[in-house]
């Protein structure tokens, strides 16, 4: 944890309107750090994930992803050349395609050179396609989805597809993965079966992770570093324990 | 396995081998089978297959419904049918510069559409098409306006020495069978590489494909051109074949017939859409010669789809293939 922050982000604002979401935000993410970002809800933390990743273009502020100035970049861009993810509270997985295919499409991108490549069908092709099916059918092991690995996704419970997503986000081998509610509307077992792999990227894969959860048992379990925003400000920021104790943060919480 | 499920599948021989090569046969011995009025029919369902091909690259697999494909298909025509009647060039030469030009025209206009959400990039293909009526009326100089282009030459091949003219509608038969056989082979090659299963993902959720890295906005725009260059290379045997071109050649009742061949056949499948334009053109143009026929045939056509085949006759068509094949 020593260095610079993988993932630096400074005064971000964005308004809709008059409606100011967020207002001059400002986090980092450690290298190796887990971090969480909690608030009430319509406290700007999606739109500040959706600034920070290329979905919307902020107001104001700046975006530095492992020392590089990315503010202002696509989505598909930052995914790509920055290799940081990001997950989506609602649109999981591709529900027609078998979960092969899905870790297979995430892959993509990452394993070929350029737009025109992707459109080659010889050997060179072949082989990158096979490398990937490779990785895919050892993280779908590691997600526990063998059995159902040529289902279509769409198939499949709400928790598996959390963790086929979730999968998927590995395949490009990240610096960092950003999780909206990861453990929204999923059963226990498989909070359980997402946090062991959170842990399992953070330590074996080195991936830094900011997460978004209203679980807050979980947020405690993994994050190292929480930062608490209320009506599109920071509010404040500590260790978990201490966030949980904080009067502010319950305030903001209860006193809505 | 049980002794009656190995019996079975003794009985249940797979038969598509033997199917694949009868229609292979057909297709070649079409002209000697039916009259020369099925030969020509046979040839404008291959016509209308290459924008259909083109289409179906863009509303099946990527997801992106366009009307634009009728004036691709004349900016091709009008391509090959200038170049014919003005410096007699081969018909290769011809059909690429009709497809080069249909692409090369896709890129400023894809560029502005594909930044409109769905309906509204639906309209503005619509306009593509009576933007390029307009200009084939009214600039004149070039196109002769409302008369159009008259006396195209039958296309030639001119090898070296060698040169041979295709007159007659059985060898325009087989070339256009050539070309048609080679699209579906390029769509077959799209599709299954890397680039179409993007496009698959796209269709299916742009969001998180773009989450995934994948660059959305250039492979549409690809895929768009792509389409052109399909819908050009069809106007340019469109305008050989028929020998005149006119502003009518922009209509919009090509674009929905394209789109009827990609929706009725099965999207986002090629034996859908070799399939639909034998069954929406071919059938259709072999019931010409009954004209009240032809229109209420049509509309049950449609209307069989509409009801029981809401994805096209590709699964139709695929439960059978399987069933040939001994599959349970």
């Keep these: 944890m020593t260095g610079l922050p993988i993932l630096e982000i400074s005064k971000i604002s964005k308004s809709y309107g008059a409606v100011k979401a967020v207002n001059d935000v400002s986090l980092h993410v450690g290298r190796g750090e887990i971090a969480g970002l909690i608030g009430p809800n319509g406290s700007g933390k999606s739109t500040f994930f959706d600034c920070s990743t290329g979905l919307q273009r902020p107001d104001a502020g700046t975006v530095k992803l492992d020392g590089q100035d990315i503010t202002g970049w696509s989505l598909n861009r930052i995914a790509r050349e920055g290799r940081m993810l990001r997950s989506f509270q609602k649109t999981v997985v591709f529900k027609a395609l078998d979960v092969e295919e899905n870790l297979v499409i995430a892959g993509q991108m990452f394993t070929f050179p350029s737009l025109f490549s992707t459109f080659g069908i010889g050997r060179l092709s072949k082989k990158r396609i096979s490398g990937l099916r490779d990785r895919a059918r050892e993280l779908i092991k590691m997600a526990g989805l063998w059995d159902v690995r040529h289902q279509p996704a769409g198939n499949l419970s709400g928790g598996q597809q959390k963790l086929i997503q979730f999968a998927s986000m590995l395949m490009p081998e990240p610096k960092i993965i950003l999780l909206d509610e990861p453990m929204a509307g999923i059963n226990p077992k498989i909070i359980e079966r997402v946090i062991e792999t959170i842990l399992y990227a953070n330590k074996s894969l080195g991936v830094s992770f900011l997460v978004i959860e209203h679980n807050i048992d979980v947020v405690t379990s993994i994050c190292q570093r929480v930062v608490v925003l209320d009506q599109g400000k920071k509010l404040v920021e500590g260790l978990p324990h201490d966030i949980i104790a904080d009067e502010r943060v319950r305030e903001a919480y209860l006193g809505g | ?328």
């Excluded at chain 2, 000697?32 to 404008?44: D, E, K, Q």
């Excluded at chain 2, 298909?73 to 249909?102: K, Q, R, S």
């Excluded at chain 2, 890129?107 to 619509?126: D, E, K, N, Q």
Aim: positive net charge.
């Design chain 2, 1 to 328: 396995m049980s002794l009656a499920d190995t019996a079975q599948q003794i009985r249940r021989r797979d038969l598509r081998l033997p199917l694949a090569a009868i229609l292979v046969v057909v297709a070649l011995a079409a002209p000697f089978i039916g009259s020369r009025y099925v030969t020509h029919s046979l040839i404008i369902a291959l016509i209308f297959m290459l924008p259909a091909h083109g289409l179906n690259l863009l509303v099946g697999y990527t997801g992106l419904l366009s009307l634009a494909q009728a004036a691709f298909f004349g900016i091709g025509a009008y391509a090959a049918g200038l170049l014919a009647v003005h410096y007699g060039t081969p018909f290769y030469v011809n059909a690429t510069a009709a497809g080069l030009l249909a692409g090369a025209c896709a890129l400023p206009l894809g560029i502005p559409a594909l930044r409109l959400r769905a309906t509204s990039f639906v309209m503005c293909t619509l306009g593509f098409v009576i933007i390029g009526q307009a200009i084939a009326k009214n600039w004149i100089s070039v196109t002769r306006g409302d008369m159009g282009l008259s006396a195209i030459p039958k296309p030639h091949f001119a090898l070296g020495p060698l040169s041979f003219t295709v007159s007659g509608t059985t060898s325009f038969y087989y070339m256009a069978l050539a070309i048609g056989a080679l699209a579906t082979l390029a769509v077959w090659m799209i599709v299954r590489s890397p680039a179409g299963r993007n496009m698959i993902a796209i269709r299916e959720n742009e969001t998180l494909a773009e989450s995934l890295g994948v660059p959305t906005w250039r492979y549409k725009l690809l895929v768009f051109i792509i389409s052109a260059v399909f819908a050009g290379v069809g106007g340019s045997l469109y305008a050989h074949y028929l020998t005149v071109v006119s502003p009518l050649t922009f209509q919009m009742y090509y674009s929905t017939t394209m789109l009827i061949i990609v929706l009725g056949g099965g999207a986002g499948t090629i034996s859908g859409v070799v399939f639909g334009s034998l069954l929406f053109v071919g059938l259709t143009e072999a019931l010409r010669i009954t004209p009240e026929l032809r229109m209420i045939a049509y509309g049950l056509c449609l209307l069989v789809l509409v009801f029981w085949f809401k994805k096209g006759f590709a699964p139709v068509l695929n439960r059978f293939w399987d069933m040939i094949g001994g599959a349970k």
